[in-house]
């Protein structure tokens, strides 16, 4: 069966940090992955999908990035953090429907 | 991409049917209608999927009507535990882009 993971469940960044969350999935190949954006009280925000590995659309221009250095690995970056980007964190893959990672609450003070 | 619209929230009762209805007027053919619950400070998880006509599965019924434009999300007897988010998505297998619209606020009260 399919699996997907996210780390870390929390985090804490100072602004001007850096940002690195990672995302693996299990039991499926060349997967659609996603990142999305959730602030608090509102609904899923898509940042970024990738079709394979290297391959990475934006949807919207902001503070982050995002990699596929390997097919099931899907990385969202961020050079120096903004007080903005605080959020909660979803990858997600898609087959037959969305399968949703377990997110990461970020909060940048 | 088919948009959806759903109400922003919902107040039911502890063993209530509850109904929660999405319009997608511009869905497409090869288009799926999938209900997903997210609980706070968890991702979203799938509940039913249907193309047309009714789904039921043990948590569950979609009722579909033939011109697919609207959906609707019917939980039979809820509990405290059903309170929760549930977006309405459509989508196809070949779509990156699919939109989550703001879901609906379900708060199922004792």
């Known amino acids: 069966s399919q699996t997907i993971h996210q780390w870390p469940a929390t985090l804490v960044q100072p602004v001007g940090s850096p940002l690195s969350l990672e995302c693996t999935v299990e039991?499926?190949?060349?997967?659609?992955l996603y990142w999305y954006r959730q602030a608090a009280g509102r609904g899923l925000q898509l940042l970024f999908y990738s079709v394979g590995i290297g391959q990475i659309s934006s949807e919207v221009p902001q503070n982050l990035s995002a990699s596929r250095p390997q097919d099931r690995q899907f990385i969202l970056s961020s050079k120096k953090l903004l007080l903005s980007d605080s959020g909660f964190y979803l990858c997600?893959?898609?087959?037959?429907?969305?399968?949703f990672g377990s997110g990461t609450r970020l909060t940048v003070v | 991409l088919a948009k959806t619209t759903q109400p922003i929230s919902m107040d039911s009762y502890e063993g209530q049917e509850v109904n929660i209805t999405c319009s997608h007027n511009?869905?497409?053919?090869?288009?799926?209608i999938t209900w997903y619950q997210q609980f706070p400070s968890q991702g979203p998880r799938f509940i039913i999927q249907?193309?047309?006509t009714k789904v039921t599965n043990e948590v569950a019924s979609l009722f579909i009507p033939a011109d697919r434009k609207s959906s609707t999300l019917s939980l039979p007897r809820v509990s405290l535990s059903d309170t929760a988010v549930y977006y309405c998505l459509v989508f196809n297998t070949g779509g990156f882009k699919t939109i989550f619209g703001a879901g609906t606020r379900l708060f199922v009260k004792a």
């Open positions: 249907g193309y047309k």
């Open positions: 511009n869905i497409a053919t090869n288009d799926y």
């Open positions: 997600a893959w898609s087959g037959n429907g969305y399968t």
């Open positions: 039991g499926t190949s060349n997967p659609n």
